[in-house]
């Protein structure tokens, strides 16, 4: 639309639309093209990192913290780029003895001055827009690696294609950073569940766990998108971004992460069954799977 057009529908000046537009285009809304506004470029369009750290910064937060609680003492792991990933490092910091093998930048500095944790980091070629190493000289410098697992983010996740990201560069390390690993995990907030890019980095039957955040109740994408994630038999943890009670049995959560619902990896992949949506303490996580439930019946309505 024009900016003419857009000052016209809202009844303001194209001065006050310009500087909306401006500041939507910073938070990854929309394009801004000569004389107007497009949506966002779909399956190739990236934000940069300026935008991307503005974005689901709270769920961002209840994420790492969910993620870190994963990481056990003395282990040896891989952490991709990303703002996500970035939070989670700094969270890593207080785990002793682990060594961690990542291509960013970000979670590099992220990890400088803990004493007690080793950094590794590939080779390749900076890619400023993410502050990452790509290129064959990552990959290369990945040949031969084994750790416990890798902690990975990108631009969309969808149950069909898995994890994808809009960079074929990005996406060639990250393939490299799973082959690396036993256990793969995905950190993705509910803006991304049902987003699909360019490049395909984790099949979903690769795909151990998925730490995420709760969707709005409104939003039946996201949920519909868990549901099918958990059939395919990856293992969910959903963190709130508000403070909440310990689980049942005392379990103790860091500050403002609600008790993670846990969907049990099945012993082989396939279809879960509705009793095995079970959290931590055994029981329903049935807020979740009643919405499920209910965006599924209407579809086949």
Not at 222 to 235: R, S, Y
């Amino acid at each position: 639309m024009s900016l003419r057009e857009l000052a016209r529908v809202v009844q303001t000046s194209e001065v006050t639309v310009r500087r909306d537009v401006r500041a939507l285009e910073a938070e990854g809304l929309l394009d801004r093209r000569h004389g107007g506004a497009v949506l966002p470029g779909g399956f190739t369009r990236e934000s940069g990192f300026p935008q991307k750290s503005h974005l689901a910064t709270a769920e961002k937060t209840a994420i790492a913290d969910v993620a870190a609680s994963l990481v056990e003492e003395g282990e040896a792991i891989v952490v991709g780029a990303g703002t996500t990933t970035q939070e989670l490092a700094r969270r890593l910091a207080r785990v002793p003895g682990l060594t961690v093998v990542t291509n960013s930048l970000l979670v590099a500095q992220a990890l400088a001055h803990a004493n007690r944790v080793e950094v590794v980091m590939t080779g390749g070629t900076l890619r400023g827009s993410n502050y990452a190493l790509v290129g064959s000289g990552a990959e290369q410098s990945l040949q031969g690696l084994r750790v416990s697992r890798a902690f990975l983010s990108g631009s969309g996740l969808t149950a069909e294609r898995g994890l994808s990201t809009s960079n074929m560069l990005s996406a060639s390390v990250d393939r490299a950073l799973v082959q690396a690993a036993a256990e793969v995990v995905v950190l993705a907030d509910h803006t991304k569940l049902g987003a699909d890019t360019m490049f395909q980095t984790v099949p979903t039957d690769v795909i151990t766990r998925l730490v995420t955040d709760e969707p709005p109740a409104h939003d039946d994408r996201a949920a519909t998108e868990l549901q099918a994630l958990a059939d395919q038999g990856v293992q969910i943890a959903v963190a709130g971004t508000g403070a909440g009670p310990g689980a049942a049995g005392g379990e103790q959560h860091p500050p403002g992460v609600r008790p993670r619902r846990d969907m049990p990896l099945p012993v082989q992949r396939g279809r879960m069954a509705a009793g095995q949506f079970r959290g931590p303490g055994g029981g329903m996580a049935a807020e979740t799977l009643e919405r499920t439930a209910r965006v599924a019946d209407m579809r086949r309505r």
